[in-house]
């Protein structure tokens, strides 16, 4: 089971959700944005995918449902689940991992490429990969 958070109506798991059920994986959508709710805890579940979204990360306020995944995400990490965030969920990723997002100083929508770091070359995630894509 795969499931797959996400913020906005826009920011779906269209192709990533198509390509797990081919491989035979369930996948389930929280839109919490729609007031979804996530799971109490990640037991059962094969991966997480935290999809984008236009808010920002420490919104919690504004968007109470960041504050509720930050702390799921965290016991994902805890629990050694496997979490792909991408956009917004990246950033949230790295704020459940301990680390620090800061506003960049031009929008970012989109694909964009990828220049790889002596570390990034070395992390078997990334073996076959070009230095950037």
């Not at 709710?37 to 919690?60: K, T």
């Not at 050694?80 to 031009?106: D, F, N, R, Y």
């Amino acid at each position: 089971m795969i499931l797959f958070i996400k913020h906005v109506e826009v920011e779906g798991p269209e192709v990533l959700g198509a390509f797990f059920m081919k491989q035979g994986f369930r996948i389930l959508v929280s839109n919490l944005h729609e007031g979804d709710r996530l799971p109490a805890h990640p037991n059962g579940l094969d991966a997480v995918i935290s999809l984008g979204g236009p808010m920002n990360v420490y919104e919690e306020g504004a968007y109470p449902f960041l504050k509720e995944e930050d702390a799921f995400l965290k016991e994902c990490l805890e629990r050694g689940v496997p979490v792909l965030g991408i956009c917004l969920g990246s950033q949230l990723l790295t704020k459940a991992a301990g680390g620090w997002v800061v506003q960049s100083p031009e929008p970012e929508a989109g694909w964009f490429p990828v220049d790889l770091t002596e570390d990034g070359r070395n992390d078997p995630l990334f073996s076959g990969f070009p230095s950037r894509f």
